[in-house]
């Protein structure tokens, strides 16, 4: 039986059009002068466009936001990809993983809209970047499914970025902006309903208290049956609150408090068929029905977070930007699945389904693995404190970056085992309803407690050499350490390294910049104690205590230009990643294997993002990644060399394209702004293990909306994902099963602001 969403008697959802949006964050800025961010820097004001009252989106002309990357982006040395708030509530994208679907070189391991074994799992051009998502250039700690309601713009950072963000960072870094109390009064409300059923409002409330100080509150509710998979849930609440002292003013506080609250049922997809001497994919590419669902009636995702933020930021004079950051986030996680096998010979147990697959016979058993899921409390503090130093010595300008970021965390695990009768069922008729006699019990003696905690200086130091080029150097020194009990046995590891980057950046005009980078990043053994499912994930560092942090280098040549009077950014990237000390981590189990394993990835980048006429956006990019396992050790589960294979969860050809189109200047008499547009696309077949024996197919997905805005005041929009209902896959995991996404699905949103 479906549990109820406790916490809001209402559920609806606001997705609000482009114009909208534009019209909303035009009319709170048009009169704000440009003030300090929570991240130090200088918030530009909106771009208005001549001849349309629509903002700009060429993501160029804005800046991070982070007082450790102070420059706009045209001007800093490394691919950056944006998504706007525009964007976002085009698309109806309501979790990150979602948001994150238009960005090629991004995999994703977790379930559709429900998350995976530990949460939220990107991979960054193939590497796991599950522990580099931040907020406000802070961790996130704790392993959920975030909703986006809460997100002002989200980037992806792409390429090690270790000096910059700490340990780990090896493909990139995810970092969402969140939304903070502004000068002016604005507030929204939207009501979204739709195939699913599916219902989700958001009401979004900023008043400004005095001259300088507002607060701001935004509540959402979210109640959700995913279209063509049976008995998959997504039910969600959640409220930020925030509060802005001094804004306008060279002394600014921002006082952040943020809950989501989830209810769902986790969607572990299909299963993989995989038997010696073939290459298997998902069971659904061999007839079974998309909508089948392989779990249990007892599987259960429950995840609450709470997070509190302090931001400060401090001008002093023309010559010193001071920061200091500070995050508290608690998180429970109470989560029970049923992951399923179709394997020949079998593992654990003998089987012989993935051959009588491959004979034809779909109505054979599957395998269910013994592992039950974990029940997780965990916590974790940061504080990051950055200077901005500008000035000059002699002939040459300087930008000083220095600081220091500490963070620690705690997670107590504590590990389901299913007991009693579980009859595993058929491919076509698996079995739903659980047996009489079966229970999902915790195991005491198998609990895991870790500590872990961090402390990284860090210097960087731009100089002009010339007012056209520069060079930027910078290294951060990391001290990283875990300690653990496991099943009653102490473990744990110690790692000290350090982190250099280096650019060298020519911009002849204001509208042109190109550069070579280079970058190292590492990531130390357990970088990540709440991406656990079992207690095996950190004994491994017990029975190997001396494991090498994974250690990165990038080298990257790119070029970014602002045309069409700064309308439209345009860039252009070639990248080269060298990964050393390889690890794999098997996501049921956490099992660590031997290191040792180097990887290649290599490619290009191109990126298209603005408005071409005043009522023409775009948003396109395309990926090109070869990527190479150069060496391979011998492992339990690597039995033969994987050298020569394809890096896994890397696609070779990305390419994605979202575009709108303001058609109300061509019907005469028609007020407002109607848009027209959608977004196609377009995934190239990826292996899901490094034997690359598991393979998710080449996919593309079609996207459509419009939106009709009478005033700037009324808004609706028709929205349909996956508009060719084609059969895709959402995420994978490399013990062998995938996720399709949903099916073709209508939502309707109207809008109104007061």
Request: hydrophobic letters at 35%.
């Amino acid at each position: 039986m479906r549990p109820a969403l406790t916490g809001l008697g209402a559920t609806a959802s606001l997705a609000s059009g482009a114009v909208f949006i534009a019209a909303n964050e035009a009319g709170a800025q048009d009169a704000a002068p440009a003030q300090p961010s929570s991240g130090g820097t200088i918030l530009l004001p909106s771009l208005k466009v001549e001849g349309a009252d629509a903002v700009s989106t060429n993501a160029l002309q804005t800046d991070t936001g982070l007082n450790r990357l102070p420059d706009p982006l045209q001007s800093t040395p490394q691919t950056i990809t944006v998504i706007p708030q525009l964007v976002i509530e085009q698309q109806h994208a309501t979790t990150v993983n979602q948001v994150l679907q238009y960005v090629p070189g991004i995999t994703v391991a977790t379930g559709e809209g429900n998350g995976g074994i530990s949460g939220d799992q990107f991979r960054i051009r193939g590497f796991d970047a599950s522990g580099d998502v931040y907020v406000d250039g802070l961790r996130d700690f704790g392993s959920y499914v975030r909703d986006s309601f809460a997100a002002e713009n989200i980037m992806v950072l792409k390429g090690p970025s270790s000096q910059s963000f700490g340990n780990g960072t090896t493909g990139g870094v995810i970092e969402m902006e969140s939304k903070k109390a502004h000068l002016g009064d604005d507030s929204s409300f939207e009501l979204t309903g739709g195939m699913g059923p599916y219902g989700r409002g958001v009401l979004d409330v900023n008043r400004q208290l005095n001259e300088t100080t507002a607060a701001r509150v935004v509540v959402m509710g979210n109640r959700q049956d995913i279209v063509d998979r049976d008995h998959v849930y997504s039910d969600r609440w959640g409220v930020l609150g925030s509060v802005g002292f001094g804004l306008g003013t060279d002394q600014q506080v921002i006082v952040d408090y943020f809950h989501q609250h989830s209810n769902q049922r986790p969607d572990f997809g299909v299963p993989m068929v995989s038997v010696a001497g073939a290459i298997g994919e998902p069971v659904t590419e061999y007839g079974v029905p998309r909508s089948t669902y392989y779990g249990r009636e007892s599987d259960r995702d429950l995840m609450d977070a709470d997070v509190g933020t302090v931001l400060y930021t401090g001008q002093f004079g023309d010559w010193l930007t001071l920061t200091n950051d500070t995050r508290f986030g608690h998180y429970t996680r109470d989560l029970r699945f049923t992951p399923t096998l179709c394997a020949s010979p079998g593992f654990p147990f003998p089987s012989t389904c993935a051959t009588d697959v491959l004979a034809g016979n779909l109505n054979t058993p599957y395998t269910i693995w013994a592992v039950g899921g974990s029940k997780q409390t965990s916590y974790g503090g940061e504080n990051a404190t950055t200077a901005v130093m500008r000035f000059e010595t002699g002939w040459f300008r300087h930008e000083l970056v220095s600081g220091v970021d500490a963070y620690a965390q705690h997670a107590t695990t504590d590990f389901y085992l299913p007991t009693g009768p579980e009859p595993a069922g058929t491919l076509l008729h698996p079995i739903f309803n659980n047996s009489p006699g079966f229970a999902d019990v915790i195991s005491p003696a198998n609990r895991t407690t870790a500590t872990s905690w961090d402390v990284g200086p860090f210097i960087s130091d731009r100089v002009w050499l010339t007012p056209k080029l520069s060079i930027l150097g910078g290294v951060r020194w990391d001290h990283y350490q875990v300690d653990a009990n496991v099943a009653g046995s102490q473990v744990g590891t110690t790692t000290s390294f350090a982190s250099p980057k280096a650019s060298l950046i020519w911009e002849p005009t204001t509208q042109q910049t190109y550069y070579f980078s280079y970058a190292q990043s590492f990531t130390p053994p357990a970088n990540n104690i709440t991406s656990l499912s079992s207690s095996l994930g950190l004994s491994q560092y017990g029975t190997q205590p001396n494991l090498k942090p994974e250690g990165d280098e990038t080298f990257e040549i790119g070029a970014k230009w602002s045309l069409l009077d700064d309308r439209l950014g345009a860039t252009a990237a070639l990248f080269r990643v060298n990964k050393s000390n390889a690890s794999y981590t098997d996501p049921v189990t956490g099992i660590a294997t031997t290191t040792d394993d180097n990887d290649r990835v290599q490619g290009v980048e191109l990126g298209l993002t603005g408005k071409i006429t005043a009522e023409w956006d775009v948003q396109a990019s395309y990926s090109y990644m070869d990527s190479k396992i150069v060496a391979s050790a011998i492992s339990a589960f690597t039995p033969v060399s994987a050298a020569g294979n394809r890096v896994p969860y890397v696609s070779k050809h990305g390419a994605s394209l979202w575009s709108t189109y303001d058609v109300a200047s061509l019907v005469q008499g028609l007020p407002g702004h109607l848009l027209v547009g959608g977004g196609v696309n377009y995934r190239s077949d990826y292996f899901v293990n490094d034997l690359n024996t598991l393979r998710i197919h080449a996919a593309t997905t079609v996207d459509a909306m419009v939106s009709y805005d009478p005033t700037e005041k009324y808004h609706v929009a028709i929205n349909v994902t996956n508009l060719t209902d084609a059969l895709a896959y959402s995420s994978a995991f490399s013990n062998g099963y995938a996720t399709p996404v949903a099916g073709r699905t209508v939502t309707v949103t109207a809008a109104v602001r007061f």
